[in-house]
């Protein structure tokens, strides 16, 4: 079974901290995700990573950043928290094919006070 | 660009009852569409994916969903629901025409489902 793992599952940090949130697989799948999800709003994708160092924009990439410098690792990074970032975050991977599924984390609850 | 729309934000059921979830996608190419559940403080996990061949598909725990091009749509299905079934379910078309963004997807906003006594 494939497994992707979040680092955190509930997080606390403050407002104008640097968060780091931490995703690996296992099934070296070529791409990675960073969705957030929010009450009515479904999900919405951050940024995603269809290699090594190689990074696209999602559709609300604004205050955010990643980073993948090995194939089975994906960080989420906010550069400087706000209120407004509070929310849950969800890790997916998959291999790079039409007809492939995401794999999902458990996500990670984050608050930001 | 691809859309879902996924009618109704909650339905409720009786245990028993048939589940029915709705799903509308536009897409400019032949879609690959997906169905998710996500269990309370969990992952979303696969319940089913359409991509070719047969058009009623069939998935986990029971559920199964029927791909009509005619009516753009790929409505999730389950004969009797089970307690255990409520849960929030997400459909989704794969919107990736190009490599690098193949599987790259689009969710709809979810339906809740809630199973009562």
Redesign the interface.
Known sequence: DVKVTQSSRYLVKRTGEKVFLECVQDMDHENMFWYRQDPGLGLRLIYFSYDVKMKEKGDIPEGYSVSREKKERFSLILESASTNQTSMYLCASSWDSFNQPQHFGDGTRLSIL | AQSVTQLG?HVSVSEGALVLLRCNYSSSVPP?L?W?VQYP??????LL?Y??GATLVKGINGFEAEFKKSETSFHLTKPSAHMSDAAEY?CAV?E?IN???????T????TRLQVTL
């Open positions: 934000s690959y997906f998710y403080n969990q992952g979303l996990q696969l994916k991509t070719t997400f794969s990736g490599t690098g963004t193949a599987s790259k997807l969710f709809g906003t979810g």
